[in-house]
């Protein structure tokens, strides 16, 4: 039972360039998170999804795009990366009021 | 928009001692009170919770206490060890609200030997 998991664990992007950060959760959760943590902010919610089929926009969407693959998995894509985007991103997953949050993904974009 | 806000930002206690940790929100719909705790490194984890109907629990050595009428709650760390030095959050909601979090800004303890 390994939980939730987050692919990669670190990356370097250049302005403009894209990529997809990887989610799964073995848990059978309906509902899955995307959030960014940056310092002094705590963590703000990018997108989210109530259940498979379904995604909806949190707080702070602009430059993001999600893909709710199937009922485990949940991925977040930059398209064009830009240096507003170097954070902490973290996935979450739920059933009921308890969240499970996954190791991070630490994000450096130049 | 500011729902949710936490204090202190920072805060050092020696062992043994008590931590105390407060969260002020402005939501009236908000019926779910958590506080995560999270590592270096690691994703947030639950650490205690509480509803509306109880104005205090306990959990071992943490303790919520609940405000409705001043719309607060707060953490306690009873004997504070090293251990427990780590960044705590605050995330009132709604329950349904599909889970969707408002986390607090985060305070970060530290506990000294």
């Known amino acids: 039972n390994a939980g939730v998991t987050q692919t990669p664990k670190f990356q370097v992007l250049k302005t403009g360039q894209s990529m997809t950060l990887q989610c799964a959760q073995d848990?059978?959760?309906?509902?899955m998170y995307w959030y960014r943590q940056d310092p002094g902010m705590g963590l703000r919610l990018i997108y989210y999804?109530?259940?498979?089929?379904?995604?909806d926009k949190g707080e702070v969407p602009n430059g993001y795009n999600v893909s709710r693959l199937n009922k485990r998995e949940f991925s977040l894509r930059l398209e064009s990366a830009a240096p507003s985007q170097t954070s902490v991103y973290f996935c979450?997953?739920?059933?009921?009021?308890?969240?499970?949050f996954g190791p991070g993904t630490r994000l450096t974009v130049l | 928009q500011q729902q949710v806000k936490q204090s202190p930002q920072s805060l050092i206690v020696q062992k043994g001692g008590i931590s105390i940790i407060n969260c002020a929100y402005e939501?009236?719909?908000?019926?779910?009170f958590p506080w995560y705790q999270q590592f270096p490194g690691k994703g947030p984890a639950l650490l205690i919770a509480?509803?509306?109907?109880?104005s205090e629990k306990k959990e071992g050595r943490f303790t919520i206490s609940f405000n409705k009428s001043a719309k607060q709650f707060s953490l306690h760390i009873m004997d504070s060890q090293p251990g427990d030095s780590a960044t705590y959050f605050c995330?009132?909601?709604?329950?349904?609200?599909?889970?969707?979090?408002?986390f607090g800004q985060g305070t970060i303890l530290t506990v000294h030997p």
């Open positions: 979450a997953s739920s059933e009921v009021d308890e969240q499970f």
């Open positions: 848990m059978n959760h309906n509902s």
């Open positions: 999804s109530a259940s498979e089929g379904t995604t």
């Open positions: 939501n009236t719909a908000f019926d779910y």
């Open positions: 509480i509803r509306p109907d109880v």
């Open positions: 995330a009132p909601n709604r329950s349904t609200s599909y889970g969707k979090l408002t």
